[in-house]
C-alpha cells in the first residue's frame, strides 16, 4: 500500500508538535498528512533562511531540527536560501532598515551556511533551492501584481511597524514588499508546511493569504521558540556574545552548555535533542525530588549536543575534560605554557595580572581571598604572598575555575 511508508498520522502529529510554540493550523496539518498517508506523496516541507550572517549557532538550529523533523517522518525537506531577499532584509524585530548585502556577501554566507546545515539535514534527502530562481525573473509588472493582494492597512498592524512609526523611525517601502516577495516562495515551491521561529508569525500568516490568492491550499506554519542565549534573558544572539557555535570545539561547547541555569536547561532539552518529551519529563522530576543532581542532567544534554555535532567520541572527551578542569579542579591535558626569565619574587597579585590571567591587580586580591586562586593544587588566600621567580623551576597556576597556565622559570 501507497500509505505503508509513513506512520500513523497520530504518531506523525506527536513528533512533529514537541517543542512548537504554534501549529497554524493543526486542524489542517492532520488533514494533510492524512491525505499524505492516502496518496502516499509527502508533504513539501520548507524553511526559508536569509544568509545574513556566515555562522550558524545553536539558536538557528531550533528551525532546522525541526525540518529535520519532517525529514525523519519520510517528507520531502526543502531548504530554501534567501539569495534574493537577503538583499532587501527581512524586518522581522528590527527597529530600524537594515543595511543591504551585496551579492557577494550574500553568496559566501550560503556557501558556509550549507556546510553547516548537513550538520543536521540529510544532504542526500534535502532539496535546496534559491527565492533567485524566481524572484530575480520576475517582472516589475508580477511584482506589482502581487502587490495587489494585500491591503496596506493590514502591513501596518504588523508590530515592527508599529512601534517604528510611534517612535516616527523611518520604514522603507522595500520592507513592506519582503513579506509580499517571501510569500511568493511558497507559491513557487507549492509547499504544504513552512517553519520559522515565533518572531516570524507575521510573514508566515501573510504567504498564507498570498498562497491563497493565487489559487494553492493554504501552507500550515509552524512556528518555533527563540532560543534564550548563555546569559539566561535575551535571545541568543553572536553580536550579544550568548551563543554556542555549532562548529565550535566540543571542549569550548560543553563549558558553555554547562554555564547555562538549570532552569534553563529544560528548554535546551526540549527544543535542541531528539530526547521523547516524557524522557524529559522523568529527568525533571528525578532532579526535582534529588534523586539526580542538576550537574549530571545538564552534562547528559551538553553530550547529546556535542554528540550530533561532532560525534560520540567528541562528546565523551569533552566530558571527561570538563570533569578534570571543572568539577575535579584538576588541569587540562594541554594546559598552556608560559617561560618567564628568572627575576625577583613577586606578589601572586602582580603575576596575575602580568600574565592577564585577570584584568587588574584588584581582582585578582578579591580572586585570591576567594579562595580561587592555587599552585600545583594548593590554595593561595594571603593577598600578601610572594612568588620566588629566582630560581629554575615549573608550576602549575589556577586562576579560577577555568583558566590554568603552567610556568616555567628559567
Not at 512609526?165 to 517601502?173: F, G, R, T, W
Not at 548563555?230 to 561547547?253: F, H, V
Amino acid at each position: 500500500m501507497a500509505s505503508a511508508k509513513f506512520k500513523p498520522v497520530d504518531e506523525q502529529i506527536s513528533y512533529l508538535e514537541k517543542g512548537a510554540a504554534e501549529i497554524i493550523r493543526t486542524d489542517e496539518l492532520k488533514a494533510k498528512l492524512e491525505k499524505s498517508a492516502q496518496t502516499g506523496e509527502p508533504l513539501r516541507v520548507y524553511l526559508g533562511v536569509d544568509p545574513t550572517a556566515p555562522d550558524i549557532h545553536l539558536g538557528h538550529t531550533v528551525v532546522l531540527r525541526k525540518l529535520k523533523h519532517f525529514q525523519d517522518m519520510g517528507h520531502t525537506a526543502i531548504f530554501l536560501i534567501g539569495d534574493f531577499s537577503a538583499m532587501i532584509g527581512d524586518p522581522s524585530g528590527q527597529s530600524e532598515t537594515r543595511p543591504a548585502l551585496t551579492r557577494e556577501q550574500v553568496d559566501a554566507n550560503a556557501k558556509t551556511y550549507l556546510e553547516q546545515v548537513y550538520k543536521i539535514l540529510d544532504p542526500e534527502k534535502t532539496e535546496v533551492r534559491y527565492n533567485s530562481e524566481w524572484l530575480g525573473k520576475m517582472s516589475s509588472y508580477e511584482v506589482v501584481r502581487i502587490c495587489g493582494h494585500y491591503r496596506l492597512a493590514r502591513m501596518l498592524e504588523r508590530e515592527d511597524f508599529r512601534t517604528r512609526l510611534a517612535e516616527n523611525q523611518p520604514i522603507s517601502v522595500h520592507e513592506l514588499l519582503y513579506p509580499l516577495l517571501t510569500a511568493y516562495d511558497a507559491v513557487a515551491l507549492r509547499s504544504d508546511v513552512e517553519i520559522g521561529a515565533t518572531e516570524q508569525k507575521f510573514n508566515l500568516l501573510v504567504h498564507r493569504d498570498i498562497q491563497r490568492e493565487f489559487g494553492q491550499p493554504s501552507q500550515v506554519a509552524f512556528t518555533m521558540p527563540i532560543l534564550v542565549g548563555l546569559d539566561g534573558e535575551r535571545k541568543m544572539s553572536k553580536s550579544l556574545g550568548n551563543y554556542i557555535g555549532i562548529t565550535e570545539a566540543p571542549g569550548e561547547m560543553f563549558g558553555k552548555l554547562m554555564s547555562i541555569s538549570d532552569a534553563l536547561m529544560w528548554p535546551y532539552y526540549e527544543l535542541l535533542t531528539d530526547f521523547p518529551w516524557p524522557v524529559i519529563v522523568r529527568l525533571r522530576e528525578e532532579v526535582r525530588t534529588g534523586v539526580l543532581h542538576p550537574m549530571e542532567a545538564k552534562m547528559q544534554l551538553a553530550h547529546a549536543i556535542i554528540a550530533g555535532f561532532h560525534g560520540e567520541e567528541a562528546a565523551k572527551k569533552a566530558a571527561e575534560e570538563f570533569r578534570r578542569v571543572f568539577r575535579d579542579r584538576q588541569a587540562p591535558e594541554e594546559a598552556p605554557r608560559l617561560t618567564l626569565a628568572r627575576s625577583a619574587p613577586k606578589r601572586l597579585s602582580a603575576l596575575l595580572a602580568e600574565l592577564q590571567l585577570v584584568a587588574s591587580r584588584a581582582e585578582a586580591e578579591r580572586l585570591i581571598k576567594q579562595g580561587g586562586v592555587e599552585i600545583d593544587g594548593q590554595r593561595m588566600d594571603d593577598v600578601k604572598r610572594e612568588i620566588d621567580l629566582s630560581k629554575p623551576g615549573e608550576f602549575l597556576l589556577r586562576a579560577g575555575k577555568k583558566k590554568f597556565l603552567r610556568v616555567v622559570i628559567e
